[in-house]
């Protein structure tokens, strides 16, 4: 009586390549994510350091209202720093930007400060400047004279 072999079953799970395969893909999957969860997180920081700006430049001219008397200040631009003038001599840092940031002129003149009034009827002076950010981000601020609005505007490119 002939015997034949017994069948073979069928192996059950997976090869030890389909394993590092996923294993490869689940790696380049989470690498992306870090990424792109680093890259959120500059943003969110530089989208911080704008708003920032914008609020301390709101604070000083709310001081010069409820305080009845004009706020002066200066945009540092070597030092990259927002200072209120409070006597002739003495100055209080208002904003002073982390290493990567900048205050910039938003014109070509070169200056090292830009001054800033802020009236107590709410007016101020005509300024503008801009603020650029360690990826190369950049917001001009916008310091309307009458109004006494403090604006955000987008840079327009350098091709228009």
């Known amino acids: ?6 069948a073979r079953r ?3 799970g997976f090869t030890l390549l389909e394993l590092l395969l996923v294993l ?3 790696g380049i ?8 969860v680093d ?3 500059l943003r969110a920081n530089e989208k911080h350091w704008i708003d920032r700006t ?3 430049l709101k604070r000083l001219r ?5 305080g009845a008397g004009t706020v002066q200040a200066l945009v540092d631009f070597k030092h990259h720093a927002i200072v209120q003038q409070l006597g002739s001599k003495e100055q209080r840092m208002v904003l002073e930007l982390p290493p990567g940031y900048q205050f910039r002129p938003a014109s070509d003149e070169r200056t090292a400060a830009l001054p800033l009034v802020f009236y107590p009827d709410g007016g101020l002076s005509e300024a503008r400047f801009l603020i650029r950010t360690p990826s190369g981000m950049q917001q001009i601020f916008h310091l309307a004279k009458i109004s006494g609005r403090i ?4 840079p327009v490119p350098a091709g228009r």
Not at 151 to 154: K, S, V
């Open 1 to 6: 009586m002939a015997c034949c072999p017994p």
């Open 10 to 12: 069928p192996a059950s």
């Open 24 to 26: 490869v893909l689940i």
């Open 29 to 36: 999957g989470t690498g992306l994510a870090i990424v792109s």
């Open 39 to 41: 890259k959120m997180a």
């Open 54 to 56: 914008q609020l301390d």
């Open 62 to 66: 709310n001081k010069a209202v409820l």
């Open 151 to 154: 604006e955000r505007q987008d």
